[in-house]
Every structure is written in C-alpha cells, then in structure tokens.
C-alpha cells in the first residue's frame, strides 16, 4: 500500500507535501465538505500558497460514468493533481478523472488495465468513515445502472489527509451504514482466500475496533475520540482490501444499493451473516465468536434495518450479475447460481430481523 497517509490535524501536518505536488489541483467533491470545514482547509493551503484551483462540488452518490465525463468536458484535463474531498464517491470519481486526465483513452477503458500506465497524482480527504478509498487502488463507477469497478495500481492516492474532525457532523444514519461498509472490508478480507498473515493483521484489528465502538459511537455522535477509533479501523480494513479484494457481500449488496437505493454499505453488511455461514472456516468461525456466535444478532442490536420490495424477475437479474462478478472465485463457500440466489432469499426470510 504505497499512499502516503496523515492521521489527526492531517492537512496541517502535510500541507508542504500537498504544495510540492504541483500548481493546478482540481478538487472533486460534494456537498458536506462546506459544512465540516474540510473544503475550507483545503482552500486555505492552496490560497496561502498561490496555488490554482478549482471545484466541482456537484458530486453525486454512487458516482455515474456520465459524471466523470462531465468533470472532464467541464473542467479539461490540464491539471497537475486531482483532490477527491469527501465520502467513496468523490475520491474514486477523482480517482477515475486522474486516469482520463493523463491518458487518451475512452471512458471504457477505465476497466482495462492494460490500456493505461499512469494517472495524475491523486490526493484524498475522506469525511467518512467506512470506504477505505483513501488506501486502496480501487474505484467503482455506476454504469447504467450497474455497479462496475476498476482496480490499477496507479491509482492508489499519493497522498491522504485523514482527519477525524470532518467526520463529526455526520448524521447517525451515514455513522451506521459507513461503520458497516468498513467492517464488510475487515471481515470480507479476512473471510477472503487471498487473505494472508499480512492482510489479517489489519482485518482483525479493524473488526476489533469496529465491534466495540460502533455501538458506542451510534449512541454519542460528537465523541471525537470515538470518531477517532472508528476512523483509524476504517483505514486499517482500506488497507486489508488493498491486499485481498473484497468478496461475496460486496458483490451482492450493489444491486440493491443501484436499484433499491439503500446505501452502499447497509446493502453489503447485511450478507455478511450468510457469507460466515456458508465460508464456514476456522476464520469465519474466530470472526462469529467474537460477536457471540452471532452476527445477526450484533445488527439488530445497534438497530440494523431494511427494507424493500422486490420481484422474482429482479432477484432473477441480481443473481446473474453476481454470477459473473469477480469477487465470486475468491469466496469460500463455493458460489454457484442456487447458492448466490439463496443469499437473497436468505435476505428476504431474515429481514424481518432486520426489522423491515
Ligand atoms: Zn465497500
């Protein structure tokens, strides 16, 4: 994982580095960076080092093709660096402009990693806690309709500024599900047959950390120290999935986040219950003790919910999507057509659990 990474009072610990990366940096973002300072840090490094920048702010949640299009007609692709300020979905839709801006490639060949050796260096401020993008080589776009991801070296951040104060405003129910998207990392990458002793160190410290203090935190947003632990593990399970991917929960959830509009790591964590189930190895065996032997049980406790309608028809499609998803060949528990189907009905039988 070769991101260079500042933790706590980050931009101020780093600035010069920031500087020192080049004159034009176009800042890729949303909404929320306004409101918890993060944006206006930025701004004032740049401002006090008479730097050139500018802003798209209008970024989506699950950022679309179209989008990341858009950034480049709008914006062109004469820029030193690209800066990815917010949750997963500005950093990797900066992750995808930094590709486009080095390279005369099409949008397309974004998922082709032999089309492409380089990108613009890349610089994330996550003000989440849960999508790891700031230590991973990875990033997912929405292409009609459908989730698609692209992994390539050259797009791990050269640096990240990761700061436990921009995540203090966020509501409780983006604590709950980005706190879920960062324990699916851990324990997906611990569940994984990549995992190694490597990427178990970081997997089974993040779900430590995870278990205890996502109860906490839920119940007292504006702890910092909280914040703190929740961001450190988060970081940690970004790192474990630089090594191992992340496997079958992933590749399940996408479908209902697309089209059911439930948040990307809600939609995920739910699966994971099954997944442990059906991997049954000693791993997922040492992951369910520490939730006393269940899971299931740890959701409804800090009020896990879902809830939607579906049809065969969709259930039909989701599963053949997940069928050809890479994610299946690195899952234990060998995934055919009826086992990836169960999962669903599985979801469907155990929702009321979930509460929906
Ligand atoms: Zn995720």
Redesign the pocket.
Known sequence: MPTKFYFENAIEKGKGELVALGTRFLIITGQSSRKNGSLEAVIKVFKDNQKYFEIFDQTEENPSEQMVKKIIETYGKNWDVVVGLGGGSPMDAAKAVAVLCKNEIEIEDLYNPEKYSAALPIVCIPTTSG?GSEVTQYSVLTVNGQKKGFKHETIFPKLSFIDPVYTLTMPEELTLSTGL?AL??AIESAVSKRSNPMSELYSFKAIEIIKDTLPELLKDLSNYELRKKIMFASTLAGISISITG?TIA?ALGYSITTEKGIR??LA?AVFLPFELQQANTQTAKKILEMFDGSLLNYFKNIGVKISFPVSDKELETWTERVSKASHVAITPGNYNREKIYEAYLWLIEKSGLYGG
């Open positions: 999508t998207d699916s990392h992340t992933h990307h790591g995920t």
